[in-house]
C-alpha cells in the first residue's frame, strides 16, 4: 500500500520560510519523478515543482521559480520543498506527488498539508 505523508505546512508571515517534507512508503521510491502541487479555495490544483528519479532534473512553476527548492533524498524516501520569501498567494493546501511513467502508471497523492502566509 503506498503512502505519501506530508509535514511541515503552518502559518507564517510573509517574506518567512518553511519546509514540507513528503515520506513515501510502499513503492520503489528512487526511480519516481516526485513533485509538489498545490490548490487554493476556489482554484484548480497546479503544479509547483517537480524533481525527476535518475538525474534529479527540477522543474519549477514560474510563480516560485527562484524562492522555492524542491529536493529528494532516495535514502529516506522523502522529497522536500524548502519556501522561503513567502507571499500571501502562496496560501494553499500543498499536495505532494509521485509518478511513473514507464512500462506502467502509476500516480499516487498524499492527504495534503496547509500553508498560509500572512499579511
Known amino acids: 500500500q503506498v503512502q505519501l505523508v506530508e509535514s511541515g505546512g503552518g502559518l507564517v508571515q510573509a517574506g518567512g520560510s518553511l519546509r514540507l517534507s513528503c515520506a513515501a512508503s510502499g513503492l520503489i521510491f528512487s526511480i519516481y519523478t516526485m513533485g509538489w502541487y498545490r490548490q487554493a479555495p476556489g482554484n484548480q490544483r497546479e503544479l509547483v515543482a517537480t524533481?525527476?528519479?535518475?538525474?534529479?532534473?527540477?522543474n519549477y512553476a514560474d510563480s516560485v521559480k527562484g524562492r522555492f527548492t524542491i529536493s529528494r533524498d532516495n535514502n529516506k524516501n522523502t522529497v522536500y520543498l524548502q519556501m522561503n520569501s513567502l507571499k500571501p498567494e502562496d496560501t494553499a493546501v500543498y499536495f505532494c506527488n509521485a509518478k511513473y511513467t514507464a512500462f506502467v502508471t502509476r500516480n499516487y497523492w498524499g492527504q495534503g498539508t496547509q500553508v498560509t502566509v500572512s499579511s
Open positions: 524533481i525527476t528519479s535518475g538525474d534529479g532534473s527540477t
